[in-house]
T-cell receptor, first 113, second 115 residues
Framework: GNSVTQMEGPVTLSEEAFLTINCTYT??????LFWYVQYPGEGLQLLLK?????DKGSNKGFEATYRKETTSFHLEKGSVQVSDSAVYFC????????????FGAGTRLAVHP | KAGVTQTPRYLIKTRGQQVTLSCSPI?????VSWYQQTPGQGLQFLFE???????NKGNFPGRFSGRQFSNSRSEMNVSTLELGDSALYLC??????????????FGSGTQLSVL
């Protein structure tokens, strides 16, 4: 079945450091890929998405590129801020899966001043 | 525009009881999906409703059920509660057009504790 694997956390960084959170997936067909962020006590917010191979999603300084050859969708940010501290989830949606998302386990990011 | 509203925010129940959670989607959205979030299993899809019909279902026992009303508001019900049902239940709404660019908007969730 379809699945998403992302790097385990927590990831601890100093402010202005470079961030990479790895995400790989297993799926048939051509799924859409997403990164969601969850701040303490809140629901999920869509951070960025990509719907086909080589698409680059970007938002608020975060980027991720849909790599079909390596089945990956790694999240990157050049300079993190304390306010980026949250849990990040990688997810996929089947091409025919309506709104059923399959999530990775989540990666907690802690950014220190 | 108001976001996705889930009520109540917190619930405490005992084993064997049943519970009903409510979700009001963003105005104009016709699809409502439900997810369970636990530390052990992560985020898992429960079911999705569109125009009052369930159109997709995850791998949960029959104790978990849902429905959607004509105004797109949705409820989910869990009967005969078990300790393992303690979780954050998230609701997400979308237009329901089922395209690659369809965006889901999540509520803040209902935190259910089963004692």
């Amino acid at each position: 079945g379809n699945s998403v694997t992302q790097m385990e956390g927590p990831v601890t960084l100093s402010e202005e450091a470079f961030l990479t959170i790895n995400c790989t997936y297993t799926a048939t067909g051509y799924p859409s890929l997403f990164w969601y962020v969850q701040y303490p006590g809140e629901g999920l917010q869509l951070l960025l998405k990509a719907t086909k191979a080589d698409d680059k999603g970007s938002n608020k300084g975060f980027e991720a590129t849909y790599r079909k050859e390596t089945t990956s969708f790694h999240l990157e940010k050049g300079s993190v801020q304390v306010s980026d501290s949250a849990v990040y989830f990688c997810a996929l949606r089947d091409s025919g899966g309506y709104n059923k998302l399959i999530f990775g386990a989540g990666t907690r990011l802690a950014v220190h001043p | 525009k108001a976001g996705v509203t889930q009520t109540p925010r917190y619930l405490i129940k005992t084993r064997g009881q049943q519970v009903t959670l409510s979700c009001s989607p963003i105005s104009g959205h016709r699809s409502v999906s439900w997810y369970q979030q636990t530390p052990g299993q992560g985020l898992q899809f429960l079911f999705e409703y569109f125009s009052e019909t369930q159109r997709n279902k995850g791998n949960f026992p029959g104790r978990f059920s849902g429905r959607q009303f004509s105004n797109s508001r949705s409820e989910m019900n869990v009967s005969t509660l078990e300790l393992g049902d303690s979780a954050l239940y998230l609701c997400a709404s979308s237009l329901g057009k089922q395209g690659a660019n369809e965006k889901l908007f999540f509520g803040s969730g209902t935190q259910l504790s089963v004692l």
